[in-house]
């Protein structure tokens, strides 16, 4: 069984190991391990902003990356914070911890200071467990505001709710076609993940006004939706089967119907009722279709 090291024991090994290296200035914890709430689980990330004299240097040889344990995946990556390049470098360790590193030049620090708002990764919280020049004195506190949705404006509202018609036709051509595959990635990943889940976390908003941060990627929407919508999408999830999925995409259609005029209900939007009849006829068109020569 996976025996999780505590928290206290990796935060004392990271700084234990900041403080060694003279071009670490400072260490900062961030996002859910920095916060006073209920996500951390034994599993969530421990994610770290590593500032450091010469970034492309210290980025350029990761070799640093083995000072903590043992690292049994890496994923790098590149962003940009002020139009200054960090470094991202995420890794699994083998005792089952997962560090999250972002590299800064420290010249952030500074900027960080001078700043009217916090970026959105510090503004979601985060505690500093290393400063040796106290360059993070003058960082003001957190609001917790980082990215929780605003109100979308009409034309926003509109061109996802158009994008979601978009996609289905994929969907229904792919079926027609016996595609399976890419079936499935125009419905759960284009129409639901995309277009769907936007519509979802509004509609969520709308129970809490427009104050509880949605999990990434749609992490929480199980515990965060109401039990009946929660309900209703899961059952638009399907295996390979033809015609399953054309019945889990005409639910999913359904369930965008009702948080589509439920969103704009209370924005006081107008549901395009036009595209929804016009799309909706098409499709049930194309499902009646003979099947394509040559598909089994």
Do not use: C
């Not at 900041?18 to 920095?34: F, V, Y």
């Not at 689980?41 to 980025?59: G, P, Q």
């Not at 996609?167 to 016996?178: E, P």
């Not at 992490?219 to 939706?225: K, Q, V």
């Amino acid at each position: 069984m996976l025996a999780l090291p505590d928290e206290a024991d990796v935060l004392e090994a990271l700084v234990a190991w900041g403080r060694a290296d003279p071009s670490i200035r400072a260490l900062i914890l961030t996002s859910s391990r920095a916060r006073a709430d209920d996500s951390v689980d034994l599993l969530s990330d421990y994610d770290v902003i590593v500032a450091v004299t010469d970034a492309t240097a210290f980025a350029a040889n990761d070799d640093w990356v083995s000072a903590y344990g043992h690292p049994l995946a890496r994923w790098s990556d590149r962003h940009e914070l002020y139009e200054t390049t960090t470094y991202f470098r995420g890794v699994v360790f083998s005792d089952g911890v997962k560090v999250d590193y972002t590299v800064w030049p420290d010249a952030l620090l500074d900027r960080v200071s001078g700043e009217a708002a916090l970026p959105e990764d510090l503004d979601v919280g985060f505690r500093v467990l290393l400063d040796k020049d106290e360059r993070t004195s003058g960082w003001q506190a957190p609001t917790y505001r980082a990215h929780i949705p605003t109100k979308p404006t009409e034309a926003e509202y509109h061109a996802l709710f158009e994008e979601f018609w978009w996609d289905t036709t994929y969907v229904a051509k792919a079926l027609w076609r016996g595609e399976v595959v890419f079936a499935k990635f125009a419905l759960d990943y284009d129409a639901k993940f995309v277009a769907l889940r936007r519509f979802l976390e509004w509609r969520i908003e709308l129970d809490h006004d427009w104050s509880l941060r949605p999990g990434s990627h749609g992490r929480g929407l199980e515990r965060r939706a109401p039990a009946d919508i929660w309900s209703e999408l899961a059952s638009t999830y399907v295996g390979t089967d033809i015609e399953e999925n054309w019945d889990a995409l005409f639910r999913a259609i359904a369930l965008f119907r009702r948080v589509a005029t439920e969103v704009g209900g209370a924005l006081g939007y107008a549901y395009l009722q036009e595209v929804d009849d016009g799309v909706s006829a098409y499709l049930e068109g194309v499902r009646k279709l003979a099947s394509r020569p040559g598909r089994q």
